[in-house]
Nanobody, 115 residues
Framework: QVQLVESGGGLVQPGGSLRLSCAASGSIIFRIMTMNWYRQAPGKQRELVAFITSFGTTTYADSVKGRFTISRDNAKSTVFLQMNSLKPEDTAVYYC????????WGQGTQVTVSS
């Protein structure tokens, strides 16, 4: 079993920043896993926001490129999502995900961008 616990969401004004964290535990060798951040806005499908490989290679959705940064701390089995220049359309529940035999998800953390 793998447990993923997200934190760091909240309410922020447009143009603001938030940093999300996802701590992994359980039957996982964190340092060799690709870690993913997804989001799901009301009435929309869940979408992949960014992922980071075990080598540290990062990939981003076009909608967040240049504004979001994904990183990882293998010593703490934690992946981060730094979100800058936030827009109202970034409002969503953000989920941490890892695919390791099964598809594991965290409980999600709400991000609301509103004035």
């Amino acid at each position: 079993q793998v447990q993923l616990v997200e934190s760091g969401g909240g309410l922020v004004q447009p143009g603001g920043s938030l940093r999300l964290s996802c701590a992994a535990s359980g039957s996982i060798i964190f340092r060799i896993m690709t870690m993913n951040w997804y989001r799901q806005a009301p009435g929309k499908q869940r979408e992949l926001v960014a992922f980071i490989t075990s080598f540290g290679t990062t990939t981003y959705a076009d909608s967040v490129k240049g504004r979001f940064t994904i990183s990882r701390d293998n010593a703490k089995s934690t992946v981060f999502l730094q979100m800058n220049s936030l827009k109202p359309e970034d409002t969503a529940v953000y989920y941490c995900n890892v695919k390791g035999g099964a598809d594991y998800w965290g409980q999600g953390t709400q991000v609301t961008v509103s004035s």
